[in-house]
């Protein structure tokens, strides 16, 4: 399938060999917990794929990037899910690398994740009942050279490969509150420890597992401080990297669903019309998604860059909804009952639906941005 096939391309001009590998091992393999995905993908040198070619990564871009996760999702769904939260977390921090020097941060953590192919798990884009996304899951007590850290991220993938954990966190501001900050801090830390969470057989090779962090000391070069802008839109960190996320988390359901797709397509099964409306659909919500691609790599980062972003990903969610549903039917129940993999394909393909924000959340600041203020995410 031309699409699929040019992403497989892309992915193996980047990460040479991993794509073979994987195929080498059973889909069910590949997808339960310890999966050896991860191990592979480290091996291609995979952390450093969207890391700038000046910071010795292989410097993807937003358009390759897409492209690899896109292929990486046809293959293991969990590692395109695990992997799409290191990348995400790597390339805000490297998009702002200029900003992050001048802060203060500790700049060699970050050189070294394409160094020495470090994986980094994310503790940021999480919903709980009641609660905003964007609301720090840990908590901070200043003592002398840093804070101590208290909290918990639940599910986090690469719970137990991760290198390095990036989180946000509530620091305590002068008037009682709490500042937004973001910190960095490698796995080996006292009092990170991982415990089991994850009780799906959907996506259990993402490691997906609880991360807790108790009296953790995290040193003030390790934290950076974002803001809310004065008519309350995110800031450029929580920005791009919402911009980020939202590209990667729905190009890998895009892989899963091409995977499914091309099943049909090599099978022949339905009729011309058939094929060429399921394919037409998928591939349309490719071309959006290759849209907001080209807004970051044009630079476009800004908070009509975010709404625009997340116009696309719903529709990309819708598309791939339909799509799933009309491919399963094409298949036939033979193939469903005949092995696991479209069962299995077709059920995680639906978790993009779960991802923040969710629609509901997202309706009345959309609303509220058409009309021409800020928007606003909680």
């Known amino acids: 399938m031309r699409a699929l096939d040019a992403a497989r391309e892309t992915c193996e001009s980047c990460l040479p060999g991993l794509l073979k590998k994987l195929d080498d091992i059973p889909l069910a393999d590949l ?11 480290r091996a291609a040198g995979g952390p450093a794929l969207v890391i700038p070619k000046e910071y010795r990564g292989i410097g993807a871009t937003p358009l390759q990037a897409l492209a690899v996760v896109r292929a990486i999702g046809a293959v293991s769904p ?6 799409t939260m290191h990348h995400f977390s790597v390339a805000t921090l490297f ?4 900003s ?3 802060s203060g941060m500790e700049w060699a953590l970050l050189e070294g994740i ?3 192919n470090l994986l980094v798990a994310s503790g940021f884009a999480e919903g709980r009942p009641a609660q905003g996304i964007l609301a720090p899951t840990m908590r901070a007590t200043a003592v002398e050279g840093g804070y101590v850290v208290n909290g918990a991220k639940k599910p986090c993938s690469l719970s137990r490969s991760m ?3 990036t989180a946000s966190v509530a620091l305590p501001a002068p008037d009682g509150g709490g500042d937004m900050a973001v910190l960095l801090v490698p796995r080996a830390t006292e009092g990170i420890t991982s415990h089991p969470f994850w009780r799906s057989w959907a996506l259990a090779g993402a490691e997906s597992d609880e991360v807790r962090l108790t009296d953790v000391f995290v040193d003030e070069q390790l934290i950076m401080r974002t803001e809310f802008g004065a008519a309350g839109e995110l800031d450029q960190l929580q920005t791009v990297g919402f911009i980020w996320f939202e590209l990667l988390i729905s190009a ?3 892989g899963m669903v091409s995977a499914l797709v ?15 409306d399921l394919i037409a659909r998928l591939e349309g919500a490719n071309l959006l998604l290759e849209g907001v691609a080209r807004m970051l790599a044009d630079g476009e980062r800004d908070d009509e860059a975010l709404a625009k972003t997340l116009v696309a990903r719903y529709a990309v969610q819708d598309a791939l909804g339909e799509s799933v549903n009309r491919a399963v039917e094409t298949l036939g129940g033979m193939a469903f009952i005949g092995a696991s993999d479209v069962a299995y394909l077709a059920a995680v393909s639906h978790g993009l639906t779960f991802h923040p924000p969710s629609r509901a959340s997202f309706r009345a600041p959309f609303l509220a941005h058409v009309a021409g203020e800020p928007l606003r995410l909680a």
């Open 31 to 41: 997808e339960r917990p310890e999966s050896p995905g991860l191990g592979h993908f």
């Open 262 to 276: 091309e099943r049909v397509y090599r099978a022949g099964r339905g009729g011309d019309a058939d094929r060429a």
């Open 163 to 165: 290198d390095l954990l």
């Open 252 to 254: 890998s359901y895009l």
């Open 95 to 98: 998009t702002l690398a200029d």
């Open 100 to 102: 992050i020097k001048s």
């Open 114 to 116: 394409a160094e020495q």
């Open 78 to 83: 969990s590692l395109a899910v695990a992997t």
